[in-house]
Every structure is written in C-alpha cells, then in structure tokens.
C-alpha cells in the first residue's frame, strides 16, 4: 500500500496537497480536537466569532497573542519541509492549508493558498486594510491607520473564506491526478469537499493521519502513522 501510494506520488506531473493542524502536531502546536487542544478551557463562540469579538475585542486578542508568542517558538518539522522538496520536483502543485500558523511558509512552500487566513495578518474592521506583523503586540487590540480596531485575520465560525481561496482550491484538486490529505480530521467544510471533488475526477487520494477519519474508507489509500515520519518517506 505505501509503495502505490510513493509510486503515484511519484509518476504525478499534478499534485495537490490539503492539510491540516495535524501537520504541526510535531511542531509542538496543539491540534483543534486534541485533548487540552486549541481552545483549552474557552469556549470558541467567545474567541472564533464576530460577535464573540465585538463582545470583547481585548480578551479574544489576548488569547490569539498567547497563540501568536506560542508558535513563534515553533519551527517547520520535517513534513512541512518534505511538502517543499515535492512542490520543488512537481510541475503543477498546490498547497491548500486550513492551517493559520504559517509553518507551511517559514518552511518554504510557495503556492500556498490559505483557506483559513492566516494568525500573524492584522485586518482592520472598519476600513479592511491588511497588514503583516509578526511582532508583539503590546496594545491590544490594535489599532489600524484610520482609527479602526483590528482583528485576527483568520476566518471564524460562520465567516466567508478569503476571496476566491475555496475556487482555487477547488481547480487545484480538479486537475490534480493526486491529491495528499494530510493531517485533518476533515470535518470542517467547505476543505473537506474538497476530498470527494477529487475522487469524482480521478485522483488518487491518498490520506495521512494517525487515526481514522470520515473519509478513511472512501480514499484511495490511507496510511495510517505520523505526518512528519511518513511525509518524508512518500516524497
Ligand atoms: P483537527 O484538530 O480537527 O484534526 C487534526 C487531525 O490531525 C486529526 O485527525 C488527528 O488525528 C490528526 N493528527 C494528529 N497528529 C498528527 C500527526 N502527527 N500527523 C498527522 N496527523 C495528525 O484539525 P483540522 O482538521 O485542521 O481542523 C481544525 C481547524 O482548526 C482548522 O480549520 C484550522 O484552521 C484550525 N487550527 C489550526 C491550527 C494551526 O494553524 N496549526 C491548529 C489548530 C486548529
């Protein structure tokens, strides 16, 4: 099963690639659904959503700060960097992550395309301007320019993904003749119609993940194991 699985990765001239927070799960990030995992002791109406946010704009961004202090300590692991070294080799290939950390780039990765934004983008609510800070931020919440408070640029519950990102994704995974779902429980949608979309155009679909998933037996292949051990071994 591994070596149809190394073998498609190999002889694929177009590869897409979803992952998911298990692919920084030996970075040392928590995983969404681990135990103590993202949330801890929150409730996420309170910290992940718009109104959670205008509830208390300083509390929400003080626990994204703790989050943001926490994995600038982290480093890309050797599954973020195996995705570097296929994309390198590989003529068409996408990167589609729900991740936020920004593990994906630090390690390299170019065509990277965010579904969920990304935790170190600064959003201003009221004139939408965007800025890069991966900086400490000390006044919180921040402020924009025009006077606006800004909010974490991630997508919460309920939100629209980023313009046009689920689109690109979407043709990524319809040319892909593989497409590697690392990392994700695949609950969340709208990535993980992503999954279904590229066995109804004939990719080989080839899971990673340490546990079972809803898709596990609907893909072509499912190795079960670690992202950061069984990514390098595939590429
Ligand atoms: P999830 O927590 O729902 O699922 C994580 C999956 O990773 C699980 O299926 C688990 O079995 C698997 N996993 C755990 N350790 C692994 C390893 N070492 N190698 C491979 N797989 C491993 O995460 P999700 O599916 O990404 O959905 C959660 C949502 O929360 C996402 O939308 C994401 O935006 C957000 N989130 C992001 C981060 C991050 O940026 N690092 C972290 C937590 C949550």
């Known amino acids: 099963m591994f070596e149809d699985a190394r073998a498609a990765v ?5 590869i897409a690639v979803l ?23 929150n409730r996420f109406e309170d910290l992940a959503t718009p109104e959670g946010f205008a509830r208390d704009p300083k509390f929400v ?26 994309e390198e080799r590989t003529p068409d290939f996408t990167l589609i992550t729900q991740n936020v950390d920004g593990l994906h780039d630090a390690a390299g990765s170019k065509n990277v395309i965010r579904l969920h934004g990304d935790i170190w983008t600064l959003r201003c609510t009221k004139c939408g301007a965007e800025r890069v800070s991966r900086e400490e931020l000390k006044d919180l919440p921040p402020n924009c320019k025009c006077g606006g408070i800004e909010r ?8 629209d993904l980023p313009p046009g990102a689920i689109e690109r994704a979407a043709e990524a995974v319809q040319r892909a003749e593989v497409l590697i779902v690392a990392g994700t429980s ?26 079972e998933t809803d898709f596990s037996d609907e893909v072509t292949i499912a190795l079960r194991g670690k992202s950061a051990e069984i990514l390098p071994q595939l590429v």
């Not at 190999?10 to 177009?14: I, L, T, V, Y």
């Open 10 to 14: 190999h002889a694929a001239k177009r």
């Open 19 to 41: 992952t998911g927070a298990g692919v920084s799960a030996e970075s040392g990030i928590p995983t969404f659904r681990s135990n103590g995992g993202f949330w801890r002791n």
């Open 61 to 86: 961004w003080q626990w994204y700060e703790e989050r943001r202090r926490g994995i600038a300590a982290t480093r890309p692991n050797a599954g973020h960097e195996a995705l570097v070294r296929l």
């Open 152 to 159: 974490p640029g991630v997508v919460w519950f309920g939100e």
């Open 186 to 211: 695949a609950q969340v949608y709208p990535a993980a119609g992503l999954i279904p979309l590229a066995l109804r155009h004939g990719a080989t679909v080839i899971e990673i993940n340490p546990e």
